[in-house]
DNA sequence: TCTGGGGTCCTAGGACCC
DNA sequence: TCTGGGGTCCTAGGACCC
């Protein structure tokens, strides 16, 4: 059996454990530059704000009902995460963490009673952490899911807050379980599926393989294994190497100057070399982007993007933002409003495999980027960077509504005082 | 006026190999 | 009318996830 075990509204969760007065009350966490909703909790989900909502478009009732609003604080987040994975180690070592806010556990080596079980983790996650989760457990990935689902909407098991599916019960809940809400069915499928006259998963295994495999390739077939049982997805219990990092941001207001994206470029090739250098490996490709907002008119849209391969690996910031400055120039074209600029680093190698140019003589400031990433932890991200990066920033995230790092900056601890 | 930031996998088609 | 039989690698685009 598996289990997916995933925090509920886990942002506002996150901000609700520093901040108690929150309990019970609408609150809502924001995107990058405070844009749209990313996560709500149940009182906010009840007025009728949707996931990805922009603000603008619920800013009234923010107002009517006095919702409460953060940008996102991913350091508060991030490290809330780890303890959430760090807890549900102390249950099994055979786990995947599978995004910032749920894990699958692989149960198969577990005697205990699966009720109780569940139940245990539930409540130490939450007392040890203070996140609420919710516990799906089944015999495959996809059917945990499913039973997480149901653990946290359904009506009668949500306010238990775990869901155990078995071939007992499993045929009857994919009767009732709607096509679109199954992990791995998206607006796409899901359309395709209701035309075709599927409306639950069960009618969704009932579809002649050849059908599935002719619309929806092998994965829809794995898919479809799943739901009846079989395992087909396995869990990945060691993290595989990325293939591609990326590092991105979109501006708060406009930028059109060539010089305002080199440094936006310049601190996204930084931080991508940086990445490459925390899981020790270089890459062969950097790719830099830039696009006007997908809102403008046709007009004034412009979107494009350039690989460049480099003479040799490498995780320099030096040499990545050499190349990725490089690549805008080619580009950039004037008269543009700019709404994003990123760089994604690919053709990845780990650091002691990189092959070396015959000719050139190997570039070695290792030792330099080693002490950058040390002063840059000791002192905070980004206090010593390349001049190219710029100074004024102007083009740089608004989060003006940001909760403090409570549990990972010193002088953002939370002050208590008795008597 | 205002709309996020990351990733993965699969397929088809073209270029190329012997 | 008929035009071999295998392969690999790469890329773009589409679908999906959180």
Redesign the pocket.
Known sequence: MVALVDCNNFFVSCERIFNPALEGRPVVVL???D??A?ARSQEAKDLGIKL?Q?L?EFQELVDKHHITLFSSNYTLYGDMSNRVMEGLRQFTPHIEV?????AFLDLSRMPYDLQEYSNRIKKTIRKNTGIPVSVGVAPTKTLA?LANHMAKKHPRHKAKGFFILDSGNREKILQEFPIGE?????????ERLQKHGVQTAYDFTQLPERWVKEHM???GLRLQKELLGQQCLSLALIQPA?????????F?K?VTSLGELQEAVSTHASRCAE?LRKQNSCANQVTVFINT?R?NEPAKLYSNSITVTLPTASNSTLKVVQYALQGLKLIYRADYDY??A?V?VSGIVPAQQVQQDLFEPAVNDGLLMKTLDKLNARFGNGKVQLASAGLKKEWQ?KRSLLSPHYTTCLKDVIKVSIG
């Open positions: 995107s990058n530059n844009g749209n990313v990805g922009p603008f599978y995004s910032i806010d749920e899911k199954i992990w791995g069915i998206g607006r796409a499928h899901a390739s092998v994965v990325k293939k591609g990092m990326c590092t991105s941001r979109s708060p406009k990445k907002s809102f709404k994003k990123g994604f995230l």
